[in-house]
């Protein structure tokens, strides 16, 4: 399995993907919100993994520039279809991993991961990319489940059997707790750490960090 395999999961899965709810609704919008106030008017904006872009739209038109990125094209053009019907000047979709965007031509006043993070196959690396794409004293904001502090059968069985038979694409299996390691590790100092559910603990750390210089 390889980057590219989990880029067909998500251009499969791309459609039933845009349909599904959002199942905690008061915790995403507290997220925005949050999201929303550390963000300013002249900022320049990276979101890594926007899926079909419903974040973006939202954020998008309070900062400067927003540039959308994702492994799957599918989950791209429901992005692009989405804009199509309600443009905003500020945002960019594009298909693209962090690899893929080099830091002497764009800096960014932030960085959002939001569902991101457990997807990457190289966390550390994946870190210090975002590290050089931030200007300095640059935010990088995630959101990231954390599989290793979920229920044992849930890492220990039901991923890994839908894994091998081409139901779930990649997902690292780490805790909050290491997630901040590696954060710390790749340069950034963090500044909060919150839950944001409203439906019990989801596992899923909300943290700021700012780029270390």
Same mark, same amino acid.
């Given at each position: ?7 067909? *999961? ?21 997220? =925005? ?22 974040? !973006? ?41 962090? +690899?893929?965007?080099?830091? $002497? $031509?764009?800096? *960014?006043? !932030? ?19 975002? /590290? ?10 995630? %959101? ?22 081409? %139901? ?19 340069? *950034? +100092?963090? =500044?909060?750490?919150?839950? /944001?559910?409203? %439906? ?14």
């Amino acid at each position: 399995m390889s980057i590219a395999s989990d880029a067909r *999961f998500w251009d499969r899965s791309s459609r039933k993907y845009a349909m599904g709810a959002i199942a905690d609704q008061a915790g995403y919008e507290r997220t =925005l919100d949050r999201t929303r106030a550390l963000l300013g008017p002249g900022d320049r904006v990276l979101e890594l993994g926007c899926g079909t872009g419903t974040t !973006a739209l939202r954020l998008a038109g309070d900062v400067q520039n927003y540039l959308a990125t994702d492994i799957s094209a599918g989950m791209i053009a429901i992005a692009n279809e989405k804009h199509a019907a309600g443009p905003i000047p500020a945002l960019v979709f594009r298909t693209a991993t962090v +690899d893929a965007l080099a830091p $002497d $031509d764009e800096q *960014f006043n !932030a960085v959002l991961g939001f569902n991101y993070l457990h997807m990457v196959r190289d966390l550390p690396g994946t870190l210090r990319r975002i /590290h050089a794409l931030l200007a300095a004293e640059g935010l990088f904001i995630s %959101k990231t489940p954390c599989v290793g502090d979920m229920n044992p059968l849930i890492r220990l069985a039901l991923l890994p059997a839908m894994h091998a038979i081409g %139901k779930a694409p990649y997902a690292g299996v780490f805790r909050a707790a290491d997630l901040s390691q590696h954060i710390c590790a790749a340069g *950034f +100092d963090v =500044l909060a750490t919150e839950s /944001h559910a409203t %439906k019990g603990n989801d596992n899923r750390p909300y943290i700021v960090a700012r780029k270390r210089t």
